[in-house]
């Protein structure tokens, strides 16, 4: 059975810094995604980025990167430039390839300070 | 982009009674949707994965009689939470996987609220 880890119940950071939140893993496959979603007040989950295990690459979306270290099963997020909006919480997600279910990790609520 | 609705955002229903939880992908063919639950300050649960034209698979320790799911077609998927109870009271999820990638797109969410 895999697991995901995040270990920051909470953070806070400053408008306009960078942070970054934490989250490991445990897998048994070679083949598999990660994914960010991000849960704001309203309570409608949105997938922040995905990154395929195959792929050396970090995946990037705009102001958010991961930095993916797959022999030591790390998958941390990285906001830059934070704004207001990014409050949320933050769920990091694993799924098998061929297994269709999101194995969740327990969130990081962010809180974005003016 | 894709988008999956649910259908009501909000029920409150007396216990004993049964309520139905529909979720629709708007904008692509989903053979596969999730049912989840999700508790105050937690993370979300898996209670069972939705086939269309086949029966649903349950998560361990789900009561499969009491928590009805339909995936009548490639678009809609249904939860019937059958003589509910107030610990059924929660927020409960659903997403759908598109055919073509691996992410789940996630619907806005069903308050049950059971007096």
């Known amino acids: 059975a895999q697991t995901v880890t995040q270990s920051q119940p909470e953070m806070s950071v400053q408008e306009a810094e960078t942070v970054t939140l934490s989250c490991t893993y445990d897998?048994?496959?070679?083949?598999?995604?990660l994914f960010w979603y991000k849960q704001p007040p309203s309570r409608q989950m949105i997938l922040v980025i995905r990154?395929?295990?195959?792929?050396?690459q970090n995946a990037t979306e705009n102001r958010f990167s991961v930095n993916f270290q797959k022999a030591a099963k790390s998958f941390s997020l990285k906001i830059s430039d934070s704004q207001l909006g990014d409050t949320a919480m933050y769920f990091c997600?694993?799924?098998?390839?061929?297994?269709?279910?999101?194995?969740f990790g327990t969130g990081t609520r962010l809180t974005i300070i003016p | 982009g894709a988008v999956v609705s649910q259908h009501p955002s909000w029920v409150i229903c007396k216990s004993g009674t049964s309520v139905k939880i529909e979720c629709r992908s708007l904008?692509?063919?989903?053979?596969?949707m999730f049912w989840y639950r999700q508790f105050p300050k937690q993370s979300l649960m898996l209670m069972a994965t939705?086939?269309?034209?086949?029966?649903?698979?349950?998560e361990q320790g789900v009561e499969k009689d009491k928590f009805l799911i339909n995936h009548a077609s490639l678009t809609l998927s249904t939860l019937t939470v059958t003589s509910a109870h107030p610990e059924d009271s929660s927020f409960y999820i659903c997403?759908?996987?598109?055919?073509?990638?691996?992410?789940?797109?996630f619907g806005p969410g069903t308050r049950l609220t059971v007096t």
């Open positions: 904008d692509f063919q989903a053979t596969t």
């Open positions: 897998t048994s496959e070679s083949n598999y995604y």
């Open positions: 939705s086939n269309e034209g086949s029966k649903a698979t349950y």
């Open positions: 990154q395929e295990a195959y792929k050396q």
């Open positions: 997403s759908a996987r598109d055919r073509a990638y691996y992410e789940q797109y």
């Open positions: 997600a694993l799924a098998n390839f061929g297994n269709e279910k999101l194995t």
